[in-house]
């Protein structure tokens, strides 16, 4: 699928997966042609996948259906359009604070995803989660406030055993390609500054390739995916240049706003 993430070599790999993103320069990261691109580029017939089998409501597929596929693929809507237990919501984190130029977090918003996780596996024991982060920085925070919660709450230990298929994970952008959980949290993180003054920087989203890093991570979920950001659409600006922050500009409001508009 070369509208997920794009090929990297090696060593590039081994940088993105242990630098924050922040740190990168574009030219530190180069996208190749997949093969695929390879094959189109001299002509070879195409055949593409046409049938979508993760998403059990289809406003999870919908979105990525529209934008990157031409609404091509085949799905199938769910029993019931309107439920909180199904779908595509937005949390949004009124005092959510992006640390710039420091920790390059939002403890706020972790804090947050944190209470939330513990939430869920009160609520739903029985449905798998996993936690998407736009960096290292904001998946190390919310890793710190989870494993705070848990040394004040031990009886959910059981909830946080690793298990490669199945088991609760945090992971940034980049690592999360391959997994799939019944429910996905997804933690924005970028947002407005100690000054209330925002840059249009957004990590991996401003580099090459960034728009097929967020459809990786907002195809995860089986039931549902929590947006958990400290911004809103109107916050981005609608001429960024970048395709990946026009694409998270458009989910925003997709998540806000629903599948009409």
């Not at 180069?30 to 409501?57: A, M």
């Not at 925070?141 to 705070?148: G, L, P, Q, R, T």
Request: glycine share 6%; charged share 30%; with cysteine.
């Amino acid at each position: 699928d070369n509208k997920q993430l794009p090929p990297t070599s090696f060593f590039q790999k081994n940088l993105i997966d242990n630098v924050d993103w922040d740190e990168l320069s574009d030219n530190d990261v180069e996208v190749f042609d997949s093969i695929l691109d390879e094959c189109l580029g001299i002509g070879l017939p195409v055949k593409t996948l046409r049938w979508h089998y993760r998403s059990k409501h289809e406003d999870l597929i919908a979105f990525s259906n529209h934008r990157f596929y031409d609404d091509t693929m085949i799905t199938f809507p769910a029993a019931i359009n309107q439920t909180e237990s199904l779908g595509v919501k937005l949390f949004y984190v009124q005092d959510g604070i992006y640390d710039r130029g420091g920790k390059r977090n939002n403890q706020k918003e972790a804090e947050r995803v944190a209470d939330l996780v513990f939430e869920h596996f009160k609520n739903f024991p029985k449905k798998t989660l996993g936690v998407v982060t736009f960096s290292i920085a904001q998946m190390d925070a919310v890793e710190e406030a989870i494993d705070s919660r848990l040394k004040e709450q031990p009886a959910f230990e059981s909830f946080f055993k690793e298990d490669r298929l199945e088991g609760f994970f945090v992971k940034n952008l980049e690592n999360v390609q391959g997994d799939e959980r019944d429910v996905i949290f997804f933690s924005v993180g970028y947002g407005f500054d100690q000054q209330g003054q925002m840059t249009m920087n957004f990590g991996p989203l401003n580099k090459p390739g960034g728009e097929r890093r967020l459809n990786v991570a907002v195809t995860r979920a089986r039931e549902k995916v929590v947006l958990i950001t400290s911004i809103k659409s109107s916050d981005i600006d609608k001429d960024a240049q970048a395709l990946g922050l026009q694409t998270l500009r458009a989910y925003l409001d997709y998540a806000e706003h629903g599948p009409e508009t």
